[in-house]
C-alpha cells in the first residue's frame, strides 16, 4: 500500500486526474491489434516498436495533434535537438511549443499548405 500512495495522493489532490484508464484503452482500440498485424513484424522487437509506434499515434490524438504532422516535424528536428531536451518533443509539450508552426515535408506538398 506504501508503494501506491503517492499515486494516490495525485489523484485525490488533482480533480483533473481520471479514475481510470479506460479512455486509452478506447484509443489504442482504434488501431487494429491482432494476429495479422503481429506476423508482419518479423521479430519481438519488430512487435515492440509497433506498439510503441501505435501508442505514440494514439497519443497524438488524444491531444488533437495529426500524427503525420508531428512526426514530419520531429523526425526533421530531432537530429538539431539537444538530447537533455528530448522531453519536449513528446506530443504533449511540442503542441505547446511547436504545433503552430512545425517543419514541413517537401515529399507531399499538397499537406503544405
Known sequence: MADREAALRVFLGNGAVQVDTSHLVRGLRV????????QFCWSELGAKQLGMLQSLMVTCKLHGINPY?????????????????????????WRQRFADHPLRSDVMPCLNG
Not at 31 to 38: A, E, L, S, T
Not at 69 to 93: C, G, I, M, N, W
Request: net charge positive; no cysteine.
Open 31 to 38: 488501431i487494429p491489434m491482432g494476429r495479422k498485424n503481429r
Open 69 to 93: 504532422e508531428y512526426l514530419v516535424d520531429v523526425l526533421q528536428r530531432v537530429s538539431r535537438h539537444p538530447a537533455k531536451d528530448v522531453a519536449v518533443l513528446t506530443p504533449r509539450f
